[in-house]
């Protein structure tokens, strides 16, 4: 932060301060310090706050505050783990379908229990069950 402060980097410096306050309020909140899989999980949170605001300022064609919150995810990104491609989820998706025995889109909830703690903070979930329902719908 000191470094993007010297700099004049205004958003980088911004979306510090804004990521270490998230991060003391949340060691405030559990009254003790962070372990390194939490604070990545705090992170992911704002990471996904960011996305969210990109799809409303893109639909509200608030092209200008989109934009800001692009920079400020692509920041936040560089501090969380390298996320999972499409096919990477996909393929594990397939394994968790087999293992599971799942073929209905009523069985989503048994893959997803086998999925997301392989994935977790390397994909969304939301991403995640999109991927699983799909197949799940082409299984049936």
């Given at each position: ?20 306050a ?9 009254r003790?310090?962070l ?7 705090v ?12 799809e ?14 692009r ?34 889109p ?28 799909s ?6």
């Amino acid at each position: 932060m000191r470094a993007s402060a010297k700099a004049q980097d205004v958003v980088r410096r911004d979306t510090l301060r804004f990521a270490l306050a998230a991060l003391h309020n949340e060691e405030v909140a559990r009254r003790r310090a962070l372990s390194d899989e939490e604070t990545q999980d705090v992170l992911a949170k704002q990471a996904k706050m960011r996305r969210e605001s990109i799809e409303a300022f893109d639909k509200g064609a608030r092209l200008e505050l989109a934009a800001k919150e692009r920079a400020e995810l692509a920041i936040i990104e560089s501090y969380l783990p390298q996320q999972l491609t499409s096919d990477e989820v996909v393929a594990i998706a397939r394994a968790a379908i087999a293992e599971t025995g799942a073929s209905a889109p009523a069985d989503q909830g048994k893959v997803m229990q086998k999925v997301m703690p392989q994935v977790k903070g390397r994909a969304d979930g939301k991403v995640v069950a999109e991927v699983v329902g799909s197949l799940l719908r082409g299984a049936s």
